[in-house]
């Protein structure tokens, strides 16, 4: 028999048809396709973008170097317009599942993640989109992602600590890699807006941007090396729970090679802003000498790393959104190799910059070809 519902006054006649059932059940799978868009997924932008922009600061310079990392620059951008909007329609249509995610201990601290894919987008169109869009619409286009994506990440940074101290809900709150998420935003501000220093020039306006990159630097830092001294108690007396989140333990050594790369980017765009060589050649030195130092600390968590993700692979690590990990830090490692070999001039590290992009390149084929099947199929839009 024919079915009625009412809504309000008015009675509708709903036909059995399987045509109507079937339209229905296509437009709620429509729908339900933008619900589980966490941030996370802009972990996808950050490592896709920083294979565009490592490549770009390599000692290698060969016309289809540049080419390829334009054509990879220009994917991440359009990855980041289409993850936009379906973050967007996430939060519109499904605004208890955002909230809900949003106050996770573990998920919410990937809101890191949209911040550095605008920097990240936005440092590959000073590097690389001048010879695509001209110099003048790069350099717009990078200032609007850098100061969006400064902004997020700073309030981020903050939020998130506040937060978690303030939340009722303590039930299984234990430091996890993931924490460090926001942590690195500031540092990802500093390195990128270091590029800005010479389109800014001499005078306040560029001091002040100076000022606030090495205290960006300093906020990342120490927050950095507070959190992984927390992550890496829990881990040597916890371990890991889930064998799947192994991956983040890779996030740490995105605090080491951003912050090489800050220390040493800003020390050689100082001389754009500053007229007193003696300052430019002490944060030159400082810069050096920091990047040999902490290298040290990140070839340990490098290894470490390595040798835990082997563990987990040989106990069933399968692919998750969290494989991302092995991307993005890895290409800071990458820029902040380029960037300490050429403020010292030493070769071996400029060719370790080089080997370690080559495993950078081949995390992220591995990586994206395994999201673009997962989207494919449907498996990673649903939880």
Not at 57 to 72: D, G, K, S, W, Y
Not at 94 to 103: G, I, N, S, V
Not at 122 to 141: Q, T
Not at 199 to 220: R, W
Request: glycine share 10%.
């Amino acid at each position: 028999m024919p079915a009625t519902s009412s809504i309000g006054d008015v009675t509708t006649y709903v036909a059995p048809r399987p045509f109507h059932t079937a339209l229905l059940n296509e437009l709620d799978g429509a729908t339900s396709v933008f619900r589980h868009i966490t941030p996370n997924w802009f972990a996808s932008v950050m490592g896709t973008g920083i294979v565009a922009t490592a490549a770009a600061t390599l000692p290698v310079h060969a016309p289809v170097l540049r080419e390829f990392a334009t054509a990879v620059w220009v994917l991440a951008g359009l990855v980041l317009v289409v993850l936009t909007a379906a973050f967007a329609t996430h939060w519109i249509r499904h605004r208890d599942q955002a909230k809900a995610y949003a106050a996770h201990q573990v998920m919410g601290q990937f809101y890191g993640a949209p911040a550095m894919a605008l920097l990240t987008v936005g440092a590959g169109a000073l590097l690389l989109g001048p010879a695509l869009i001209g110099e003048s619409a790069a350099l717009a286009l990078d200032v609007v992602l850098w100061t969006a994506g400064t902004l997020l990440g700073l309030v981020v940074s903050v939020w998130l600590p506040f937060a978690m101290i303030t939340r009722t809900d303590r039930d299984d709150i234990a430091a996890v890699p993931a924490w460090m998420m926001p942590v690195v935003s500031p540092m990802v501000s500093a390195s990128t807006g270091a590029l800005l220093l010479s389109h800014v020039g001499a005078g306040q306006a560029g001091m002040t941007l100076l000022v606030a990159c090495y205290a960006m630097f300093g906020l990342s830092l120490l927050a950095g090396l507070i959190t992984i001294t927390m992550v890496y108690s829990r881990l040597m007396h916890g371990g890991f729970s889930e064998v799947q989140a192994i991956p983040t333990v890779w996030i740490a050594l995105g605090v080491v090679g951003q912050s090489i790369t800050a220390a040493n980017l800003l020390a050689a765009h100082a001389g754009s802003v500053l007229t007193d060589a003696a300052t430019v050649s002490a944060l030159h030195a400082f810069g050096v000498v920091y990047g040999m130092v902490m290298g040290g600390f990140g070839a340990f968590v490098f290894c470490l790393a390595a040798a835990l993700t082997v563990h987990g692979a040989r106990r069933g690590l399968s692919f998750t959104l969290t494989w991302w990990s092995f991307t993005f830090p890895v290409g800071t490692c990458v820029t902040g190799a380029s960037a300490l070999g050429a403020a010292t001039g030493v070769t071996v590290i400029s060719w370790l910059a080089v080997a370690l992009y080559v495993l950078l390149l081949g995390a992220w084929v591995t990586v994206a070809t395994n999201t673009f099947r997962g989207v494919l199929s449907g498996r990673l839009l649903r939880r």
